[in-house]
């Protein structure tokens, strides 16, 4: 089955500055990406979303990029803000075998004022 | 939209208890997921059904957990008996599932359920 390794597990970083997150996975057929935002006592998120025929997408501040050779996907924040502290989760799906997604572990992010 | 519904928010359970936790996928929606949420191993799919059956249960932990779906509004997680290692946040999530490859749809969560065995 699909695996998803993502790091770092904790991000600490200035307001301003841009924050990144990468994750790898291990099943070629995967083809769809999103990654979540967990805020403190909600459930996950979507933030934004990347398919297998595309290389990067943009949404504001948050862009993700993804690289099907080499099987690796990140997220990029660009001028963080407070607000933006949260975990982080990326996630891989093979829409051939359904439906279901497989989480990495999660990042810790924390914007420090 | 009023989301994905998950009811408790909170349960405190005396270990042996019978818990049931329940969700209201968005309507329209016709793929339904729980997972569960602990610190030790991030988010696992525990069962997920497409149109009300059970497609792949695999993460079920142990027959202690069942899961069921009587129609497209409305699913159960079942533990019984509770065991103090079955402490965790339970989220149900759903989806329109789409037709065809590149029809990845959003899969929404709701807000999830805090369960604590003690």
């Known amino acids: 089955g699909e695996n998803v390794e993502q790091h770092p597990s904790t991000l600490s970083v200035q307001e301003g500055d841009s924050a990144v997150i990468k994750c790898t996975y291990s099943d070629s057929a995967s083809n769809y990406f999103p990654w979540y935002k967990q805020e403190l006592g909600k459930g996950p998120q979507l933030i934004i979303d990347?398919?297998?025929?595309?290389g990067e997408k943009k949404d504001q501040r948050i862009a993700v990029t993804l690289n099907k050779t080499a099987k690796h996907f990140s997220l990029h924040i660009t001028e963080t803000q407070p607000e933006d502290s949260a975990v982080y989760f990326c996630?891989?799906?093979?829409?051939?075998?359904?439906?279901?997604?497989?989480f990495g572990g999660g990042t810790r992010v924390l914007v420090k004022p | 939209d009023a989301g994905v519904i998950q009811s408790p928010r909170h349960e405190v359970t005396e270990m042996g208890q019978e818990v049931t936790l329940r969700c209201k996928p968005i309507?329209?929606?016709?793929?339904l997921f729980w997972y569960r949420q602990t610190m030790m191993r991030g988010l696992e799919l525990l069962i997920y059904?497409?149109?009300?059956?059970?497609?792949?249960d695999s993460g079920m932990p142990e027959d202690r957990f069942s899961a069921k779906m009587p129609n497209a509004s409305f699913s159960t997680l079942k533990i019984q008996p509770s065991e103090p290692r079955d402490s965790a946040v339970y989220f149900c999530?759903?989806?329109?599932?789409?037709?065809?490859?590149?029809?990845?749809?959003?899969?929404?969560f709701g807000e999830g359920s805090w369960l604590t065995v003690v």
């Open positions: 999530a759903s989806t329109q599932r789409g037709q065809g490859v590149g029809s990845g749809n959003t899969i929404y």
């Open positions: 309507s329209g929606h016709n793929s």
């Open positions: 990347i398919r297998s025929n595309v």
């Open positions: 996630a891989a799906r093979d829409q051939a075998a359904g439906n279901k997604l497989t």
């Open positions: 059904f497409n149109n009300n059956v059970p497609i792949d």
